[in-house]
């Protein structure tokens, strides 16, 4: 039987990013003209955000086996992936509000799409490349050699760059239907009104 421990882990890791922008949503909400005191929080949220839609890789544990245990696997990590992938879509809500309501519209979707292409990087990192969000400190250097080598010379990793809009088409596509499904405010967001 195939042994499905690191899935209380992996869960836990994709909260951090909601956490986190819930934290930051209740301060500009408080505070908003205080918004730059959020900075910290988004490279943190940025940090961990790719470990949100890295739980639909974990189809890679998938083995052959009965038909009913395949069914019963596939049942389970198919609602595993898309917890990961609501929880993504919902912290990039959170956060993508403030910056669109301080610095406007098209920063806003830009800001939006840049999150989404560096998370898929940061998922082809995890996944391909095996490493995690706390290598920022406990590997820094390889970490960020890595990173930087697939940011400047992209056209030497092209499963990189496929596996990255993969990911962000994914969650763009996500993303949208989010906005449409939810309340006037937020289609907003997709039409560039006013709140």
């Known amino acids: 039987m195939q042994n499905y421990r690191f899935i209380p882990w992996n869960l836990f890791l994709a909260m951090v990013p909601y956490g986190v922008s819930l934290c930051v949503a209740l301060f500009y909400r408080a505070a908003p003209r205080l918004w730059w005191l959020t900075l910290p929080a988004y490279a943190l949220w940025l940090l961990f955000l790719p470990n949100a839609p890295y739980l639909l890789t974990d189809f890679s544990h998938l083995v052959p086996k009965t038909p009913k245990q395949i069914w019963y696997d596939t049942t389970m990590l198919s609602v595993y992936a898309l917890t990961?992938?609501?929880?993504?879509?919902?912290?990039?809500?959170?956060?993508?509000?403030p910056v669109r309501e301080v610095l406007g519209w098209r920063v806003g979707w830009l800001f939006v799409i840049v999150t989404l292409y560096l998370t898929g990087i940061g998922v082809h990192l995890g996944r391909v490349q095996r490493f995690n969000s706390w290598d920022v400190l406990a590997q820094t250097q390889a970490l960020l050699a890595e990173l930087g080598d697939r940011l400047f010379r992209p056209y030497l990793h092209p499963h990189t760059v496929f596996d990255a809009i993969y990911y962000a088409t994914i969650l763009l596509v996500g993303y949208v239907v989010y906005l449409v499904l939810c309340d006037k405010e937020a289609r907003s967001l997709i039409l560039g009104g006013t709140r």
């Open 84 to 97: 990961g992938c609501v929880l993504a879509i919902t912290s990039l809500a959170l956060m993508h509000r």
